[in-house]
């Protein structure tokens, strides 16, 4: 054998297996691996089409520009926030508020003309007036001081004295907007708490020391009549932001 | 274990894709949401009304307003009932945004559980202009034209103490308990009646803003409360229950029944005694002010205040004969 011409096999059965053709065993083999990695491809497409969940920051911005966080109810204190107002941005306001005395006559004269240029609203919501003035007690009773306007003849306004209920001191203020709040339920619940802080701070002195014949100034909050009474009746009810005896 | 640290590849794959997806933008959220309808002129030109429930002739109002309001503003209208119930509502959306309408007119069942349906509107670029019931979200709605039900209760509850006085006892009717108008009104009424120690509530419970469940709720009750001087009702509809319930209990002259609405047959009510007062609301306002939105936002607009409250007003017997036909009288 050793000396034969007989030309080697390729391919012989001892030889190792060629690398671009494995053997069919290994071949049928990798069909299911083949066929998962499909699968996963397409599965993964789909859950890129179709995301089973959404990862987002907890700081995402709201419509309005105010953070997610910020604009959930839980994060909003009433309180807080009206006790902010109260010692900041409404004793200012106050101080710009327009005198009653220059705009009484065309209240009692025209109150819708005088509302559309003097009052304010929320939306369209109720208008409300933020004035300010000062004049002499001349009656009073158990909700109210009734008081002739200085500067404004025959004019008599009331401030409240007895519990303070309503939006006049929140909408009226001109300090804040709704959309800035979580949702009306806050927004009225901001509203209670100025009312108390009416009722702590500015209704006691009024109630204790304003009796009649003391002279007083005041700003305060009213909703826009629709109508006037005659001359004896209060032209506005408002409720004091601000008062001090003279 | 060589063995099985390639099968696990997929299996990784399919994790690493899913939180790939996870984190991309999402369509739903505020700055990738877009006007579809704004950008497909042949959708544009149909808008729904989705309403709460036709089961109530105040609701009927609305819906009816804001379609005859859409069809006058050049737009293919339809209104869909969804009965007082979120699965019904949220079928409607499934079917709405399917069908591609242009914009959606919107008063919901539920405070909290309807804003997903706002939000896939949202999502498949159709806008959504709440009318009347709040959702407690600020990003869904395109716009939330509200009544001002706090104040309007806050008056209601002076002209409560004024005609029932400062000492008596009273119950009252809740409406759904999953609508911030529900609760609006309660602590509106209660930031002044609560400050009457004599005033005392014997009963408070919820009919659901329903006029049959309110007769039935306060049938029971008057068995156990037979002196109660007042009834404060979340609603007209509840209001009418009651009067039928005293009526039928002979209380109906003794006891104070008040509501909130201004549905015509309660003005009517108020006007001949039956009734001590309600507080109108303006139904017409809130669905013409949705439709016009919408109509601004397909030709162009997009930005709005997301709340606009809208101002009511308390109807006595005093001044009833201002208001009729869900509104002032013109």
Redesign the interface.
């Known amino acids: 054998m050793a000396g034969s011409n007989e030309i080697p096999k390729v391919g012989r059965v001892s030889d190792p297996p060629l690398p671009s053709s494995p053997p069919r065993a290994e071949r049928a083999g990798q069909r299911p691996?083949l066929l998962?990695?499909v699968?996963?491809v397409a599965?993964?497409g789909l859950?890129?089409?179709f995301?089973?969940?959404?990862?987002?920051p907890l700081q995402?911005?709201?419509?309005?520009g105010?953070s997610?966080a910020s604009?959930a109810?839980g994060a909003f204190d009433p309180a807080a926030t009206a006790l902010r107002l109260w010692q900041t941005d409404l004793r200012a306001a106050a101080q710009r508020a327009p005198e009653l005395k220059n705009f009484a006559a065309q209240l009692r004269a025209d109150p819708a003309a005088a509302g559309r240029k003097f009052a304010s609203?929320?939306?369209?919501?109720?208008a409300y007036y933020f004035v300010r003035g000062s004049g002499r007690v001349v009656a009073r009773d158990r909700n109210q001081v009734k008081i002739a306007l200085d500067g404004a003849e025959a004019t008599i306004v009331a401030l409240r004295i007895g519990?303070v209920?309503?939006?006049a001191v929140r909408d009226g203020c001109g300090l804040l907007e709704?959309?800035a709040f979580?949702?009306?339920?806050e927004f009225?619940a901001l509203?209670?708490e100025l009312?108390t802080l009416v009722e702590k701070h500015v209704i006691p002195t009024v109630r204790e020391k304003a009796d009649v014949g003391a002279r007083i100034q005041f700003a305060g909050c009213a909703g826009a009549p629709e109508t006037v009474g005659g001359p004896d009746e209060p032209l506005l009810v408002l409720i004091p932001v601000e008062a001090s005896l003279l | 274990m060589k063995q099985s640290l390639p099968r696990l590849f997929p299996l990784t794959g399919l994790l690493v894709s899913l939180l790939f997806a996870a984190c991309k933008p999402s369509a739903s959220t505020p700055s990738a949401a877009s006007g579809a309808a704004a950008n497909n002129p042949a959708k544009s030109k149909r808008v729904a009304v989705v309403v709460s429930t036709l089961n109530n002739p105040w609701f009927v109002v609305l819906a009816e307003t804001a379609r005859d309001r859409a069809k006058e503003l050049g737009y293919d209208a339809t209104i869909f009932d969804s009965q007082n119930d979120p699965s019904k509502e949220s079928t409607h959306f499934d079917n709405l945004i399917s069908s591609g309408y242009g914009a959606v007119l919107f008063n919901c069942t539920d405070a909290e559980g309807s804003i997903a349906n706002v939000r896939r509107a949202k999502t498949a670029g159709i806008p959504v202009f709440c009318m009347d019931r709040e959702i407690k979200a600020n990003d869904a709605a395109m716009s939330q034209i509200l009544s001002d039900n706090y104040s309007g209760c806050v008056a209601l509850g002076q002209y409560f103490v004024e005609q029932v006085g400062e000492t008596g006892k009273y119950v009252e009717l809740l409406g759904i308990v999953a609508d911030t108008n529900t609760w609006n009104r309660s602590k509106g009424f209660h930031s002044v009646v609560d400050r009457y120690p004599g005033l005392k509530m014997v009963a408070q419970q919820s009919a659901e803003f329903d006029r049959s469940k309110a007769l039935e709720v306060l049938e029971s009750i008057l068995q156990a409360n037979a002196d109660i001087d007042a009834v404060f009702c979340g609603n007209d509809a509840m209001a009418m229950g009651a009067y039928q319930a005293l009526l039928a209990a002979g209380k109906a002259s003794k006891v104070k029944v008040f509501g909130f609405d201004g549905a015509d047959d309660v003005v009517k009510a108020v006007a001949e005694g039956k009734i001590a007062a309600t507080v109108m609301q303006f139904p017409k306002t809130m669905a013409r002010t949705a439709a016009e939105n919408a109509d601004k936002f397909i030709k162009g607009q997009k930005e709005f205040p997301q709340r606009t409250p809208v101002a009511v007003e308390l109807v006595t017997r005093a001044n009833v004969g201002k208001f009729g036909d869900y509104g002032r009288k013109q």
Do not use: M
């Not at chain 1, 995402?60 to 309005?64: E, I, K, N, Q, R």
């Not at chain 1, 979580?182 to 339920?185: F, M, R, S, T």
């Open positions: 691996a998962i990695g699968v996963v599965v993964a859950l890129w089409a995301p089973l969940f959404h990862v987002r995402a911005s709201g419509a309005d105010k997610a604009l109810a609203a929320a939306g369209l919501g109720t519990p209920f309503g939006n709704v959309n979580p949702g009306l339920q009225n509203a209670a009312n």
